[in-house]
């Protein structure tokens, strides 16, 4: 099979191959997905897990990427729950090959069913961004209709999840980003848009969830703005700088079918839309990957998706 590897952590998209590789190996509870299409996330370069497997061993050369959907090729032994030939869509494990592959073994677990109408591309968009989202929101921070959430990173793959899910569920929504993120932010519904390059974050009025997707700075300022019993929750770093009289959660996300197929049913429905800017095949992953890791100059809105097969 047709895969991308990368052998050198110091190389960086310089130490992608397009390359041959074996078919892989169905190990117990495993899926071996047919790969139709792909996502990958710009910094997962400097994971550990993208270089080592579960015991902290060299499992280079390794194939990037985590988000998938395709078609289930093979079942291994105790897998129960899909059947080959369903279109499924999910999370390749973090410390196995992943997605820029023509073939993957990823657990069944990490998978959910995907519906006849909605395409490979848009459901290889949502895994992380959608999970990501799902969990700060709902299962960290506990969000209510009738609250105010401040959605850093508000146009981006994950934010722009958020906003919308935040929306559906009825709470007022707060969204951060650059000056030409704001008809985007706008156009998913934010009620309020603050222009993080010329506008003060201090000025924002205090809400009762934070999400954060940016770190930095921008995270330590943001604790000033949690009103009492709210919550602070970043996906970028452990907080260092907490609200006064609320709670700070950092978290990494975690595969969930349940929220996989709710969040399927939401796209297949209308009431969720990921944001999926350019679609590039197998081939040319080194060079997409390459354009998101420097995405402050990206002209191309929404996530960067690979094509792995066709249909």
């Known amino acids: 099979m047709r895969a991308i590897t990368v052998q050198d952590r110091d190389a960086g998209v310089g130490g992608f191959t397009f390359t041959d590789l074996p078919y892989p190996h169905a190990a117990e509870n495993d899926v071996i997905v047919r790969v139709h299409a792909a996502g990958f996330t710009p910094g997962e370069l400097a994971w550990p897990a993208s270089w080592t497997d579960r015991a902290g ?111 559906e569920v009825g709470a007022r929504v707060i969204g951060t980003g650059r000056t030409d993120a704001r008809d985007t932010a706008v156009g998913l519904g934010v009620d309020t848009f603050v222009d993080l390059q010329n506008e003060r974050l201090e000025d924002v009025e205090e809400v009762d969830v934070v999400f954060d997707v940016i770190g ?63 679609v590039r095949p197998l081939a040319e992953a080194a060079a997409a990957f390459g354009q998101d890791r420097g995405s402050r100059d990206r002209r191309t809105p929404g996530r960067t998706i690979i094509r792995v097969t066709e249909g």
């Open 57 to 167: 061993r060299d499992r280079t050369p390794s194939v990037p990427g985590h988000e998938l959907s395709g078609v289930v090729a093979e079942l291994g032994y105790g897998t129960t729950g899909l059947t080959v030939g369903q279109r499924v869509f999910g999370l390749a494990d973090w410390t196995r090959d992943g997605s820029l592959a023509e073939y993957t073994a990823v657990e069944a677990r990490n998978l959910a069913p995907l519906p006849a109408d909605v395409d490979h591309t848009t459901a290889a968009a949502l895994p992380i961004s959608g999970l990501t989202a799902w969990q700060a929101l709902f299962d960290h921070a506990r969000l209510a209709p009738g609250q105010t959430v401040l959605v850093h990173g508000a146009a981006g793959s994950v934010g722009s999840v958020a906003v919308q899910l935040a929306r």
């Open 216 to 278: 930095g700075d921008i995270l330590d300022r943001s604790a000033a703005l949690v009103r009492a019993g709210g919550t602070l929750v970043t996906i970028a770093r452990p907080v260092t700088v907490r609200p006064r009289d609320g709670r700070a959660v950092f978290f990494v996300v975690e595969p969930d079918r349940r929220v996989l197929t709710d969040l399927a049913r939401r796209v297949r429905d209308g009431r969720l839309k990921p944001l999926v800017g350019a």
